[in-house]
């Protein structure tokens, strides 16, 4: 069977003189138009044949199997949160030929005067949030392509909750179309602003609240809020966070996470990963999420349940720190075994010989590589002309390291 070449062609936003002169001398040379109906309207007098693009495996069983001339109609660049992907995935590239046109991210950069290079892209069209939030978040610039159940609303709600407000905000509405909207407004201006089903929503970073003179670690311990100083203080908590071994885009769990300063540091070296801290004490709540926004740790997510049980509906963790276990040490290292990707790590902080001696002796048990690193720190005070030495109770962090499969 003779295998035809695909062609996609990107529609511009304005219609016919959106087409380069190549793209309309493949599309008169097709015998099959394949697209969404407004994309197929643009060529009312096509001679050949019309294929409404509603299920992308139907479309996909036609194009492996027929022998005709096909091109199949897309917006701007197929190549941009497109069709190009999926037929990519699952036909042989060169069987396809691309004729990419201008964006309608383009377009709305060009409309509000910004540049667009340094911007990042996140689609939430059919997708989830969550991991689309944790993307916006990070960025300085960032372009969305909405649809009607995640909208600028929504997205604006996410972040709002997230103490993650400080944008600019553009609203991009029915781009090309005779009632363009371009509407600049804030992130809480979304919440009350009706948007075209038709829309992108910009966000440029406009500031973050007394963040600049706090360093990406080593937080002085009076910096957070917490209750009777139960804190995992300066010193252990940089050796924690070495011990963990942070990279970029992991998902770690703090699991007890008190007044959240491990989670709040680690947020730091984690600017595309995800933190889940859990947290069933309800002062220590309230403790965390007041740090939460007074670092604008948006990437991480308070979980108010008490573990094991609460891990059940989090993702897969790369890392994890236990920092208070309730008595339930052992049946949380299972649970986290189950659940640790492999070549993961986890960390225990323990204050006492007993907890030392149970988490050692289970985590061997479960066939992990376990280090444990007596932190002993003394720190000097003031006493009239002289300076002393007062010493703090030892910590004893264990590292844990998960074989690879």
């Known amino acids: 069977m003779s295998q035809q070449k695909i062609y996609l062609v990107g529609a511009g936003i304005s219609g016919w003189e959106g087409f380069g002169q190549k793209a309309l001398e493949v599309i008169g040379k097709a015998e099959v138009l394949v697209g969404h109906q407004r994309h197929l309207d643009i060529f009312p007098d096509f001679p050949g044949e019309k294929m409404v693009l509603d299920d992308l495996s139907i479309m996909l069983e036609f194009l492996r199997n027929t022998e005709k001339r096909c091109v199949v109609l897309g917006s701007g660049d197929p190549n941009f949160f497109g069709v190009a992907r999926f037929l990519m995935r699952n036909l042989p590239k060169e069987r396809i030929e691309i004729f990419p046109n201008l964006t309608s991210v383009q377009y709305a950069f060009a409309r509000i005067k910004e540049p667009w290079d340094d911007s990042v892209f996140v689609s939430v069209h059919g997708r989830g949030l969550g991991r689309a939030i944790d993307r916006i978040i990070a960025s300085e610039k960032v372009a969305i392509l909405t649809d009607r159940v995640n909208t600028p609303a929504v997205i604006a709600r996410e972040l709002i909750d997230r103490g993650a407000e400080g944008y600019e905000a553009w609203l991009c509405e029915d781009m090309g179309m005779p009632g363009e909207k371009f509407t600049k407004t804030d992130v809480r201006g979304l919440l009350d602003l009706p948007a075209s089903e038709l829309n992108i929503l910009i966000l440029i970073k406009a500031w973050e609240p007394q963040l600049s003179q706090y360093p990406l670690v080593g937080i002085e311990d009076d910096e957070f809020a917490t209750s009777k100083k139960l804190i995992t203080k300066q010193e252990v908590r940089a050796v924690t966070l070495a011990k963990l071994q942070l990279q970029d885009d992991l998902t770690m769990w703090d699991i ?109 048990g479960h066939g992990y590589t376990v280090e444990v690193t007596c932190v002993n720190i003394a720190k000097t005070r003031a006493l009239s002309e002289f300076k002393l030495f007062e010493a703090q109770n030892p910590v004893y962090v264990i590292a844990a390291a998960k074989e690879a499969e």
């Open 256 to 364: 007890g996470a008190g007044s959240g300063s491990v989670s709040i540091e680690a947020s730091n070296l984690l600017p595309n990963g995800r933190i889940f801290a859990l947290e069933k004490n309800g002062q220590c709540v309230a403790f965390l999420k007041e740090n939460l926004k007074k670092f604008v740790a948006r990437n991480v997510k308070l979980v108010e349940a008490f573990a094991p049980e609460g891990l059940d509906d989090l993702p897969d963790p790369d890392r994890v720190f236990i920092g208070g276990s309730g008595g339930m040490l052992e049946e949380i290292i299972d649970a986290v075994d189950r659940r640790l990707k492999s070549d993961g790590r986890l960390v225990v902080n323990a204050v006492t010989l007993d907890t030392l001696s149970k988490a050692v002796e289970v985590l061997e």
